[in-house]
Nanobody
Framework: QVQLVESGGGLVQAGGSLRLSCAAS????????MGWFRQAPGKEREFVAA????????YYSNSVKGRFTISRNNAKNMVYLQMSSLKPEDTAVYYC????????????????WGKGTLVTISS
């Protein structure tokens, strides 16, 4: 059974930084793409960032490109989301997800989801 556990959320002032972590267990971590998604209050869940199983390819939404960096450590079964220049509109519950595939990262491609970690950005 795959488990994904996010950590690192919290309250940060606008312009600040935060790093989210996701610990994965249950199957060969390096074989699957990993992604971060978020859901703000009253809004649908949206894609934030993803990277391939090897970590060689990364993908970002336009809203976070240049501010967020996704990375993974396959030896530790961890994926990270370094967030900087945070804005109030980044406030959301952030979810870690593991793909069914090595390189596909749409929401519908995700097989497993964490329970989320709340990020709140104050203005």
């Amino acid at each position: 059974q795959v488990q994904l556990v996010e950590s690192g959320g919290g309250l940060v002032q606008a312009g600040g930084s935060l790093r989210l972590s996701c610990a994965a267990s249950g199957r060969t971590f390096s074989s699957y793409a990993m992604g971060w998604f978020r859901q703000a209050p009253g809004k649908e869940r949206e894609f934030v960032a993803a990277l391939s199983g090897s970590g060689g390819r990364t993908y970002y939404s336009n809203s976070v490109k240049g501010r967020f960096t996704i990375s993974r450590n396959n030896a530790k079964n961890m994926v990270y989301l370094q967030m900087s220049s945070l804005k109030p509109e980044d406030t959301a519950v952030y979810y870690c997800a593991q793909s069914k595939y090595s390189a596909y990262y749409r929401s519908s491609d995700m097989a497993y989801w964490g329970k989320g970690t709340l990020v709140t950005i104050s203005s």
